[in-house]
């Protein structure tokens, strides 16, 4: 049996790559191996990578914070998955714990039980992006 953490960063990996396929086996095997609970550190996770991808590629001034409108152009339009990845890595990256930990709580606790996995996806296709929109990839 693997750690969660381990798979958790495979699925990242694996997502890079674009191989699609292992990357919802090895989130998958989080869930069958170690329970519905080991996927919500997942998001986290991928935040974190996000937050320091992010802060390669737009570093900020002090006293400034990022907004969920650099992630997310058109929120009117997003949907609520792309809205929860782009809220979730800003409060991250702003050192928003509390707000990031109830956007968490809200989607784990939504009555659609599709949206927390949505969420997860997007978290990690959002990171993933902006891993790849480094010049000269991840470190």
């Not at 969660?4 to 191996?33: C, F, G, K």
């Not at 001034?61 to 009117?76: K, Q």
Request: charged share 20%; proline share 7%.
């Amino acid at each position: 049996m693997t750690d969660p953490a381990t798979l958790v960063m495979n699925a990242l990996e694996h997502a890079y790559n674009r191989d699609i396929d292992r990357t919802l086996a090895t989130l998958q095997a989080i869930v069958d191996e170690h329970g519905d609970a080991a996927l919500i550190g997942a998001p986290a996770a991928f935040a974190v990578v996000a937050v320091h991808a992010l802060k390669r590629l737009r570093p900020l001034r002090p006293g400034e914070m990022w907004g969920i409108h650099s992630l997310v152009p058109d929120i009117e339009t997003a949907n609520p998955a792309d809205l929860f990845a782009a809220r979730y890595i800003v409060a991250t990256a702003n050192g928003l714990t509390d707000n990031a930990l109830a956007l968490l709580r809200a989607e784990t606790e939504h009555p659609d039980n599709d949206r927390f996995p949505q969420a997860v996806l997007a978290t990690l296709g959002l990171a993933v992006s902006l891993m790849r929109a480094l010049p000269e990839g991840p470190r």
